[in-house]
């Protein structure tokens, strides 16, 4: 029966009508993949090496286990975004007469088939032979490197069960956000070593089977847990009844006060934290808010003579615009199962922008507030932000939209955002080009002839210039929407 499953798998992606589009997509992916995982392999060779360097005159073996705790931190993170959830093939599955229990097998064993399942061993198998099998053997290395394995697969289970049961709640956010604070910033403040947690676990699986046993048995309690989960929840309606019940009728009642596009407004926002894609782009805002740590507290960053580094300017603008850079890249498609609506209706469109253009002012005053705290890196980050912020909302946010509207491509709202490139063509790899160049152009001239907070004023100005001619800017964007709108309406009609 498994078989016949995989059979019916196979045979809807070859039937479908754009099966070699997807097929080329799929091996470009699959290549992309095996040059990551070639250098994720790469990496592990020279671990040993790099904690040499990094851990001089220590011994490697106990400063590996002690920093293991942050591979696992590390793996819950890009787990909790790149992994996707077996459910969404239920609805082509339930109505076959086969029992629930072999569907939801098949579905998870299929899930577990990924690269993401080798990442551990491709990393850590160099270091088992190089460090450990030395010191304690064939039988040490095997039972160390079966631990870390048997962990890796553990969060594997674990993850498919987290994130169908919080995903689409704040709990799920606020516990991969805390993980990461509690992780990250206890070492990083020198309160405590989180390693020392788990050191212990790894150094015992040097002499003894005993922790790779228990791990094994924790793998598989995590299966069952995983797989009883799907197995009661294995209904359409039960699924999706939570995520009905959070956010129906769930609106922003500031957008009410601007007429037809404050309501096209809150229907954008009901479909971002309705739709897994869409939503995953605004938790990836929030978790690229803290991007400028990346920058404000690198020494190498910082400007001779107390003056900005031109570095921040980008920072800036990624940070007071990065849902508007994100989400703004992909502008029509996210609309196009839906886009003829708008054009039946009298100034659908126009509505239908303007209330675009709203939500993406709205998240990029909230960026902006949220960045205010970095100002505790000095008041210049915080005259950064204020420029960038402005310039956004004043220029960028027409540039981002101008590009987005050429050719733009139908989507599927439900798949994923990792690996997922439906809706992305062309234009969203030369929105690179303005949203690089753009800033600079206004800010060096006047840096270099005056000085940075000139710059700076320069870039503000032209941000409130735009945000007055606000009306005539987006009225170009309209224009060309509507001048190709019979020409988009039959790109989205086509299947993705």
Request: hydrophobic share 55%.
């Amino acid at each position: 029966m498994i078989f016949e499953l995989i059979k019916l798998q196979f045979l809807k992606s070859f039937r479908s009508t754009s099966f070699a589009k997807s097929a080329m997509a799929n091996v470009l992916l699959g290549f992309l993949v095996l040059v990551l995982l070639s250098y994720v392999f790469g990496a592990g060779i020279f671990l040993p090496r790099i904690i040499d360097t990094l851990a001089e005159g220590q011994d490697p073996i106990v400063v590996l286990n002690s920093y293991l705790i942050f591979f696992f931190l590390g793996e819950f993170m890009y787990r909790y975004f790149l992994q996707t959830l077996p459910v969404i093939e239920l609805e082509s599955l339930l109505h076959l007469p086969i029992g629930k229990g072999r569907i939801i097998s098949m579905l998870l064993i299929r899930s577990f088939i990924s690269a993401l399942s080798v990442i551990a061993i491709l990393l850590f198998l160099p270091s088992a032979f190089q460090i450990i099998a030395p010191e304690y053997g064939n039988s040490g290395a095997v039972f160390w490197m079966g631990s870390i394995v048997l962990t890796s697969w553990t969060l594997h289970w674990f993850m498919l069960w987290f994130k169908q049961r919080f995903e689409d709640g704040l709990t799920g956010i606020i516990a991969v956000f805390a993980i990461l604070a509690l992780g990250a910033g206890s070492s990083y403040m020198g309160w405590f070593n989180l390693g020392e947690l788990t050191k212990p676990i790894f150094d015992f699986a040097l002499t003894s089977p005993i922790p790779m046993a228990v791990l094994a048995v924790l793998m598989i309690g995590t299966f069952i847990l995983c797989r009883r989960f799907y197995l009661d929840n294995a209904y359409l309606e039960d699924l999706a009844a939570e995520d009905e019940i959070r956010f129906v009728g769930q609106s922003i009642g500031f957008f009410s006060q601007f007429g037809m596009a404050g309501e096209l407004a809150n229907l954008e926002w009901k479909l971002i934290i309705r739709h897994k894609k869409s939503r995953t782009y605004l938790m990836l805002s929030a978790f690229f808010l803290l991007y400028g740590l990346i920058f404000y507290t690198n020494p190498v960053y910082e400007s001779e003579g107390g003056g900005i580094s031109a570095i921040f300017i980008f920072v800036g603008v990624f940070i007071t615009g990065i849902f508007m850079i994100q989400y703004g890249q992909q502008f029509l498609s996210w609309n196009s199962g839906n886009f003829d609506f708008f054009l039946n209706r009298k100034d659908g469109v126009e509505a239908l922008v303007k209330g675009k253009y709203l939500l993406f002012i709205s998240i990029s005053v909230i960026c902006f507030l949220a960045s205010i705290p970095y100002v505790y890196f000095g008041w210049n980050i915080l005259l950064v932000h204020i420029a960038t912020f402005l310039f956004n909302i004043g220029v960028m946010i027409h540039v981002i939209i101008y590009f987005a509207l050429w050719k733009p491509k139908p989507m599927d709202l439900n798949k994923g955002a990792m690996f997922n490139y439906e809706g992305v063509g062309a234009a969203q790899f030369l929105i690179i080009i303005p949203l690089m160049a753009g800033p600079y152009l206004i800010y060096l001239p006047f840096s270099y002839l005056v000085n940075d907070y000139v710059g700076l004023l320069a870039l503000g100005i032209i941000g409130i210039i735009g945000i007055f001619a606000f009306k005539p800017l987006s009225q170009i964007n309209i224009n060309r929407i509507n001048s190709n709108r019979y020409e988009i309406s039959s790109s989205f009609r086509q299947e993705s």
